[in-house]
């Protein structure tokens, strides 16, 4: 026999739950079927709130998920297609178009979601004039607490990009993510690497 809970869309959500240190997830539709009690679909939709990011209008970041539930009741939470591209950003730093999304939990127990897309660089002058507007990302990992980074540390650019400061011509060729702490209080940076060309020499 099969049995199914109805899909339920209202505007507040069902049901509302945390977990790891800050990741927020609401329900709005719940669907499962059962057959001689094991489950062979469902069809389960929200919202989950990113710590540490903003979307386009400033508020804290949303994003729209289907979850998936297996026979053996182990789940995987995804972006979902029907809502479309969501952004989200840190003002004034960076905006990141999120392509796909997953959740996942690493070996120390900490919850984490994975995302690809295209990150653009919101730096203001002297060098944020100079960056591409796009750059794809494989894997960005934003953690339960809202600290974040890039998957292997670096973006390797498929095409140098090259500007000039003065007499020298700086070609970068790729993009890492880094941290340092200061007088009790962390801060992540982007360094740029490549080569200064000053004719008739340069170095890397």
């Known amino acids: 026999a099969t049995t199914t809970t109805p899909a339920v869309r209202v505007a507040n959500p069902l049901l509302s739950v945390k977990f790891g240190s800050g990741f ?29 990011f903003k979307d386009t209008t400033g508020a ?28 989200i950003k840190i003002p004034d730093v960076f905006s990141f178009d ?17 995302c690809s897309g ?3 660089f919101l730096l203001q002058d002297p060098i944020g004039k100079f960056l591409p507007d796009k750059v794809d990302i494989k894997k960005l990992i934003i953690y339960d607490d809202g ?25 970068i060729t790729a993009i890492h993510l880094g941290s340092f702490e200061k007088e ?12 200064v ?3 008739p020499g340069g170095v890397d």
């Open 24 to 52: 927020e997830a609401e329900l709005y539709a719940f669907d499962i079927t059962f057959q001689q009690n094991k489950i062979i679909g469902s069809n389960i939709k929200g919202a989950m709130k990113i710590p540490g």
């Open 60 to 87: 804290d970041a949303k994003i729209f998920i289907d979850i998936h539930i297996g026979q053996d009741g182990e789940f995987n939470i995804v972006a979902s297609v029907t809502a479309g591209v969501t952004v």
């Open 98 to 114: 999120i392509r796909t999304l997953f959740i996942g939990k690493n070996a120390d127990g900490r919850f984490y979601v994975g």
């Open 118 to 120: 295209d990150i653009d």
């Open 147 to 171: 600290k974040f980074e890039i998957e292997g540390g670096a973006i390797y650019l498929p095409k140098a990009f090259e500007f000039k400061i003065g007499p020298a011509k700086i070609g």
């Open 197 to 199: 060309n000053v004719n």
């Open 184 to 195: 009790g209080r962390s801060y992540k940076y982007f360094g740029f690497d490549g080569g």
